[in-house]
């Protein structure tokens, strides 16, 4: 399949509103561009008209890519219900609610069986999966069993960009701590690296840029300057009921364009199965 995954650094770096911008963009360029996210762990949701719960984020990257929701983007939906339980929503239809523990034990095979049966159909539909990966790649407690990073990259065979916020500061810690504790197999999946939420002049981080490249031997594709908006996202409070317009959605992809390499982002996600 042609595509590319996003994962981040850490959580609230921005890896579902680039996925957005992405399947915008491709769609604005009349491609076949659908959205994926093999388990997503968010308090928000939202009911389809034909009764699928399903995260915000994964509806949004939806509309962004002009292509009704499929309850195959986000085949694993887990919702915190309290009380160290979680409700676990399979295809969009709520299922059983179990603790963390007995997941991680008894739902990682059948997850993994169902992640690459969704991967197949919307391959089998779109000409691009944009993939969404989910906190870090590298909480090595958790790598055995984990069904949302660089396992399904693997499955998918597909290449990662990696996504850091620098509003925090750390920035260069992160990634290359990121890329130093995949292995090397995973490590040289990481074709790009994104850097968002950049307040100040761009100019001045010249030698960060440098710094990162030459360190890690990964293209940085862009520095995205600090974006406020409106779009709806699965971590932390709803910012509102309503669903993003047209509109916002473009004015995020066009800023999003504006000062990443999209050519180079295209390349990769052209790439054959040679270069991978």
């Known amino acids: ?19 957005t911008a992405i399947c915008r963009l491709l769609a604005n360029e009349e491609k076949s561009v659908a959205p994926f996210k ?3 762990m968010s308090s928000l949701s939202i009911h389809t008209a034909e009764g699928f719960e399903v995260s915000v984020s994964q509806a949004l990257q939806a509309r962004a890519a002009k292509t009704p929701y499929l309850a195959d983007m986000n085949p694993i939906l887990l919702k915190p219900s309290g009380n160290m339980e979680t409700d676990l929503i399979i295809l969009g239809k709520k ?5 963390g523990m007995r997941y991680r034990e008894q739902f990682f095979e059948e997850g993994q069986q169902l992640i690459i049966s969704s991967l197949r159909k919307l391959s089998d539909s779109y000409e ?6 989910a906190g870090s790649p590298v909480e090595m407690n958790l790598k055995d069993r984990e069904l949302v990073n660089m396992r399904v990259a693997d499955l ?20 290359v701590g ?38 890690t031997g990964v293209d940085v594709l862009g ?33 999003f364009k504006k000062h990443v390499k999209w050519e180079e982002i ?5 790439c054959d199965e040679e270069n991978k």
């Open 223 to 255: 520095v995205v300057p600090y974006f406020p908006n409106e779009l709806e996202e699965e971590d932390g409070v709803a910012k509102d009921t309503k669903a993003s317009t047209d509109e916002q959605i473009n004015n995020w992809a066009n800023h």
């Open 38 to 40: 093999s388990q997503n």
């Open 128 to 133: 691009y999966l944009i993939l969404e990966g």
């Open 178 to 215: 990121t890329l130093a504790l995949l292995p090397e197999a995973q490590r040289d999946r990481v074709k790009g690296i994104i850097i968002n939420k950049f307040q100040g002049d761009i100019s001045l981080f010249q030698d960060g840029i440098d710094y990162i490249e030459s360190y």
């Open 95 to 99: 299922e059983n609610r179990m603790n």
């Open 1 to 19: 399949m042609k595509g590319l995954m996003v994962q981040g650094t850490a959580s609230s770096v921005g890896k579902s509103l680039v996925c």
């Open 266 to 270: 295209v390349a990769i996600l052209e």
């Open 156 to 175: 998918a065979d597909v290449p990662v960009i990696l996504v850091a916020n620098i509003e925090y500061g750390g920035v260069f810690a992160s990634i």
